[in-house]
């Protein structure tokens, strides 16, 4: 098994991970468009990288005003 040396190569070598809590619950909720919390969509959730990269992105280019649900 290699090495890590870093934070990010840590990242990079692991496959699969598991989340908990309210930031996941939030990107799961995104990820399904789901408004107010249903455990049978966001229990067991897979969200892919590209998922989490695409929330970062779609986030990131938002003022905290604008990052306000409607």
Do not use: W
């Not at 070598?13 to 619950?25: D, F, N, P, S, Y």
């Amino acid at each position: 098994m290699p090495i890590a040396h870093n934070s990010q190569q840590f990242i990079d070598m692991v496959e699969q991970r598991c989340g908990l809590g309210g930031a996941i619950t939030n990107i799961a909720a995104v990820k399904h468009q789901v408004a107010k919390y249903h455990p049978d969509v966001i229990q067991s959730s897979v969200i892919e990288r590209s998922e989490v990269e695409r929330q970062i992105e779609m986030y990131g280019c938002k003022s905290a005003a604008e990052r306000e649900p409607s």
